[in-house]
């Protein structure tokens, strides 16, 4: 008997799964970009800022010399929003406004000034016979010797301690101005040998109108 030892040859098996692989792949690709392209367009949202429409102006007013230090030589220091709009280093004299008209950047909405002043002391002077001004009256800030009278009655007989010179509490007063009117105002006080620095919000409405005619004096800004 012989054995037929010849062999069928059938279609390779490899090539035919790798090839019905690829086009499962290709038809899920071109599913998922059909799916993609078939959903609506997404609408971005864009935050658009307005200018703000005025007469805009920043009085600073302090009721002390105002100087930096050795770590921070910055005597005045106005940010807007994070934006530098004023920065001295110059001695500012107490009880002269320091004035920043007009504005840059002023948005409709809420905006924030955040103000930092020197407080380094100031060189010993003597004193001479006479009058001594008042830093906070010369400030606009009142007579400081209003309320003092009840703390003048104090016993004077007690240890010598009472005749120690204590600090002088200070202040800077801030305001902010659309034309002539004060939109915001702000008065910060420091303890003896802290340093002031604040902030100070306006909320400026959206106002289509003219600018405001102003007949407050921004004449001598300094910035």
């Not at 004193?127 to 800030?141: K, S, T």
Request: with cysteine.
């Amino acid at each position: 008997m012989v054995k037929n030892n010849s062999h069928t040859t059938g279609l390779p098996v490899r090539p035919l799964i790798a090839l019905g692989i690829s086009l499962v792949i290709c038809s899920l690709i071109g599913g998922y970009q059909a799916f993609i392209n078939s959903l609506p367009d997404r609408e971005v949202t864009e935050f658009i800022t307005t200018a703000a429409k005025g007469d805009y102006a920043v009085e600073i007013t302090l009721s002390f010399d105002t100087r930096g230090d050795a770590f921070d030589p910055t005597s005045l220091l106005v940010r807007l929003d994070g934006q530098t709009v004023l920065e001295k280093y110059e001695v500012v004299k107490a009880g002269t406004p320091v004035k920043i008209h007009p504005v840059p950047d002023l948005k409709v909405g809420i905006n924030e000034f955040f103000i930092q002043v020197g407080t380094a002391e100031t060189p010993a002077v003597p004193e001479l016979d006479g009058e001594v001004d008042d830093p906070f009256a010369a400030a606009g800030f009142g007579d400081a010797t209003e309320d003092a009278g009840e703390f003048n009655n104090t016993d004077q007989g007690n240890s010598p301690q009472q005749n120690e010179v204590v600090g002088v509490a200070k202040a800077v007063r801030v305001r902010i101005f659309d034309g002539d009117e004060v939109l915001v105002e702000k008065t910060v006080w420091s303890e003896p040998g802290e340093t002031i620095s604040s902030t100070v919000v306006v909320d400026i409405p959206e106002n289509d109108q003219m600018p405001k005619t102003s007949t407050h004096d921004h004449s001598g800004h300094n910035h």
